[in-house]
């Protein structure tokens, strides 16, 4: 790793940092993977492609990710627009989202992305904020805390929301064993916070 001196400080070198062209291919690279991030998130296809977006411009505009970290940032930044676009959009409607402006660098089509999500879909029947705690919780395996902070709510509402989702879960017979796994793996893991 190398290091810069400045001013009796050590810092990276900017080559240690993602540049543009570097998230350019990750949207690439992992399309698949983050149109289903937005879609289980957004539970809409016009929102999921607006989160996509804001996204991808959050990401190439930012200088100080460091290329270690370059999908992890990526998810999270989908995860925090999809955050925004949930809990701010109650009864909004996403037509005339201009989506189409990325299209330069990244096409984001969610045609196929319906069929990523096979065998998931009843997460989408889940609701709105519940759903946002599902997916950052358990699928994404986020803290509870960080989800807290994620979502601007208190630690306490995202465990009784963790709550509600395991009892909805505990009486559907679509659960797949990978997420009652990851279900009863995130509970442990609360229990040791506490």
């Known amino acids: 790793m190398s290091r810069v001196r400045w001013h009796k400080h050590e810092t990276r070198a900017r080559s240690e940092y993602a540049c543009k062209e570097e998230f350019v291919k990750l949207f690439e690279c992992e399309r698949a993977g983050l149109q289903r991030l937005a879609l289980l998130l957004t539970a809409n296809s016009e929102a999921a492609k607006r989160c996509l977006s804001g996204a991808f411009r ?37 037509d005339g989202v201009n989506v189409d402006a990325d299209n330069e660098f990244v096409a984001f089509s969610l045609d196929d992305s319906w069929g990523a999500i096979a065998g998931s879909e009843w997460v989408l ?28 709510r208190s630690p306490r509402i995202i465990k009784e929301a963790r709550q509600r989702i395991a009892n909805q879960l505990g009486q559907t017979d679509e659960l797949s064993e990978m997420s009652r796994f990851a279900m009863s793996e995130s509970y442990l893991s609360i229990e040791e916070e506490q």
């Open 125 to 152: 029947d889940i609701p709105g904020f519940d759903r946002l705690v599902f997916v950052i919780c358990v699928l994404e395996r986020y803290a509870m805390y960080d989800c807290a902070l994620l979502l601007g």
């Open 58 to 94: 959050e990401c190439i505009a930012s200088s100080s990710v460091s290329k270690e970290w370059v999908l992890r940032w990526t998810r999270r930044m989908v995860i925090r627009n999809a955050i925004s676009l949930v809990m701010g959009s109650e009864g909004e409607s996403f």
